[in-house]
């Protein structure tokens, strides 16, 4: 055996033998989470935009910024006729991915975003929106330390100078 067949081979071994004491779904459950961190998992992030030209910059950022580097960027433009496409572009980021497409809504748009979204874990946001550097992070693991299908966290209100205006928790 070369060594990566080795490792393999150590590593369904120990998947056999403690799967056995634990049960398979316990087990199953403890190693997807517990060595989550270990594999990274990617997250799509979804943000649809329609004329956000005005805030559009400062919610990419807020993204690459994050401390969790693991992610793509899914951004659906719905036919905004402002700068929000161009100041897009301007980032020079491969985990970013821009789709134009006509206006037709909101929910067309998210539909339309969720085709292109590459991993099981989508997290949506607004054109509007700022994250805190931790924020994927914090909810991926709390996601994916619960049962929930669907995750949510608190959220700050702010001006357009991204002053807190109110705290929701």
Same mark, same amino acid.
């Given at each position: 055996?070369?060594?990566?067949?080795?490792?393999?081979?150590?590593? !369904?071994?120990?998947?056999?033998?403690?799967?056995?004491?634990?049960?398979?779904?316990?087990?199953?459950?403890?190693?997807?989470?517990? !060595?989550?961190?270990?594999?990274?998992?990617?997250?799509?992030?979804?943000?649809?935009?329609?004329?956000?030209?005005?805030?559009?910059?400062?919610?990419?950022?807020?993204?690459?910024?994050?401390?969790?580097?693991?992610?793509?960027?899914?951004?659906?433009?719905?036919?905004?006729?402002?700068?929000?496409?161009?100041?897009?572009?301007?980032?020079?980021?491969?985990?970013?991915?821009?789709?134009?497409? $006509?206006?037709?809504?909101?929910?067309?748009? !998210?539909?339309?975003?969720?085709?292109?979204?590459?991993?099981?874990?989508?997290?949506?946001?607004?054109?509007?929106?700022?994250?805190?550097?931790?924020?994927?992070?914090?909810?991926?693991?709390?996601?994916?330390?619960?049962?929930?299908?669907?995750?949510?966290?608190?959220?700050?209100?702010?001006?357009?100078?991204? $002053?807190? !205006? $109110?705290?929701?928790?």
């Amino acid at each position: 055996l070369n060594n990566l067949s080795l490792l393999r081979y150590k590593s !369904l071994a120990f998947i056999i033998k403690y799967s056995k004491i634990l049960g398979l779904y316990n087990f199953l459950k403890f190693f997807y989470k517990k !060595l989550f961190w270990l594999i990274m998992k990617k997250v799509s992030i979804l943000l649809p935009v329609y004329n956000d030209e005005e805030f559009i910059s400062k919610s990419v950022s807020s993204v690459l910024k994050s401390t969790y580097k693991n992610f793509e960027l899914i951004i659906i433009n719905d036919g905004s006729t402002d700068k929000s496409p161009e100041i897009i572009n301007n980032f020079k980021d491969p985990r970013i991915k821009l789709y134009d497409k $006509q206006n037709s809504g909101l929910i067309e748009s !998210l539909n339309y975003g969720l085709t292109k979204c590459n991993s099981e874990i989508i997290m949506r946001m607004d054109g509007d929106d700022e994250i805190l550097e931790n924020k994927i992070e914090i909810q991926l693991k709390s996601f994916l330390n619960s049962d929930s299908v669907l995750h949510g966290t608190g959220a700050k209100i702010i001006d357009n100078s991204s $002053q807190v !205006l $109110q705290e929701i928790s």
